[in-house]
């Protein structure tokens, strides 16, 4: 299975940015498409952002357009959420998911492997 390693979060202020990394230590996910997901407490998880296997294709929430970008580089074997102009409402916890699909998928039962996640939390 493949285990997934969330980092970059952490405190920022309204209209700040905060970049998040996904790594796969040890195994590679070039061919999956690859999402965020985020939970704040007491809601259900949610779509953030996917990007195909190529990164030619991608998928973003009508919440965060605009403001977030996900990007890959497979080099690196690490996916990338770029969060800019962030809002109160994004706080949450931050999950990085492979999914075999061949598009990137919105749904978080099309993903297979997740990440621990980790704590975004902008203050307003």
């Known amino acids: 299975q493949v285990q997934l390693v969330e980092s970059g979060g952490g405190l920022a202020q309204a209209g700040g940015s905060l970049r998040l990394s996904c790594e796969a230590p040890?195994?590679?996910?070039?061919?999956?498409?690859m999402g965020w997901f985020r939970q704040a407490p007491g809601k259900e998880r949610e779509f953030v952002a996917a990007?195909?296997?190529?990164?030619?294709?991608?998928n973003y929430a009508d919440s965060v357009k605009e403001r977030f970008t996900i990007s890959r580089a497979s080099a690196k074997n690490t996916v990338y959420l770029q969060m800019n102009s962030l809002k109160s409402e994004d706080t949450a916890v931050y999950y990085c998911?492979?999914?075999?699909?061949?598009?990137?998928?919105?749904?978080?039962?099309?993903?297979?492997?997740w990440g621990q996640g980790t704590q975004v939390t902008v203050s307003s």
């Open positions: 998911a492979a999914s075999s699909f061949s598009y990137p998928t919105l749904t978080p039962y099309d993903y297979d492997h």
């Open positions: 040890g195994r590679t996910f070039r061919a999956n498409v």
């Open positions: 990007i195909s296997w190529d990164g030619g294709i991608t």
